[in-house]
C-alpha cells in the first residue's frame, strides 16, 4: 500500500496563485504516471494534468497556460503550480500515482478562489 498526502491548498483572490505539493509514501515502484484530479461540488472528477516518469506534463485545456505540473522522482513528490487562477478553478484536488501495478488516490485539498 502507499499513501499520498496533499498540502498547499487555500483561497486566493482572482488571479492570484497556488503551489500544491503531493508527498508519495509505501508501494511506489517503477515508472508511473502522477497527476492532479479535481471535483467542484456537483461535478464529476475530472483531470487537471499528469506527468511520467521522465515526460513532460499534460494538461487540460481549461487550464493551459496557467497551471504546471512537475515531479521530483527522488522525493517521489509531484507538484502543481496554478497561476492566474480563476473562480472555476474552485475544487477539491486530488493526487493520483498510477502503474500497470498500482492506482493509488490522496484525501484530497480544497482550493477556493473566491474574492
Known amino acids: 500500500q502507499a499513501q499520498l498526502v496533499e498540502s498547499g491548498g487555500g483561497l486566493v483572490q482572482p488571479g492570484g496563485s497556488l503551489r500544491l505539493s503531493c508527498v508519495a509514501s509505501g508501494s511506489i515502484f517503477g515508472r508511473n504516471v502522477m497527476g492532479w484530479y479535481r471535483q467542484a461540488p456537483g461535478n464529476p472528477p475530472e483531470l487537471v494534468a499528469s506527468?511520467?516518469?521522465?515526460?513532460?506534463?499534460n494538461y487540460a485545456d481549461f487550464v493551459k497556460g496557467r497551471f504546471t505540473i512537475s515531479r521530483d522522482n527522488a522525493k517521489n513528490t509531484v507538484y502543481l503550480q496554478m497561476n492566474s487562477l480563476k473562480p472555476e478553478d474552485t475544487a477539491v484536488y486530488y493526487c493520483?500515482?498510477?502503474?500497470?501495478?498500482?492506482?493509488?488516490w490522496g484525501r484530497g485539498t480544497q482550493v477556493t478562489i473566491s474574492s
Open positions: 506527468i511520467k516518469s521522465g515526460g513532460s506534463g
Open positions: 493520483n500515482v498510477q502503474s500497470t501495478d498500482y492506482n493509488y
